[in-house]
């Protein structure tokens, strides 16, 4: 039997409060929908209030034109649960700011459990020069949709 996508992520996922998770997670069809810094900003307000809730810890972030990653320690309630509330924020506010209907994500998302002994300021890193691989911008100061708590 062929697992459509969403379901396959979720083979062998634990949901443990107290661990690190590297999450990725892309809009639908790939679409570049927080090319405008503004869009993208709604994305990242979606990220923080689920720091302010108390439901993470977030370590760091990126919002980029077509999906985000967000390293956070969960502190309260379910991985699932928690990136599905994000997304969900998220798409009702994208969909309202971009006058629009329909689904912004793909189903699902990608998760890494880090192990304690990883180097998660190397994770940080990479999570933040995101914008600069993709050839966005020369450095990570000239990008406006990222933040990390060691800086």
């Not at 993208?40 to 720091?51: I, K, Y």
């Not at 629009?100 to 994500?105: I, K, L, N």
Request: with cysteine.
């Amino acid at each position: 039997m062929m697992l459509y996508h969403g379901k396959r992520l979720r083979i062998g996922r634990c949901s443990e409060p107290g661990r690190i998770y590297l999450i990725t997670s892309a809009t639908r069809h790939r679409e570049p929908l927080f090319k405008d810094w503004q869009t993208g900003r709604l994305v990242s307000r979606a990220l923080r209030e689920a720091h302010e809730a108390g439901a993470v810890a977030s370590l760091a972030w990126v919002v980029m034109p077509d999906h985000f990653h967000w390293l956070f320690e969960l502190t309260n309630g379910d991985l699932s649960g928690t990136v599905r509330r994000v997304k969900s924020r998220a798409a009702l506010a994208v969909n309202e700011y971009l006058g629009r209907s329909g689904p912004v994500w793909q189903k699902g998302f990608h998760d890494r459990a880090m192990r304690k002994n990883e180097d998660l300021r190397s994770a940080a890193r990479y999570i933040i020069y995101n914008p600069v691989r993709a050839g966005l911008v020369a450095s990570p100061g000239e990008y406006c949709l990222w933040d990390a708590m060691w800086l």
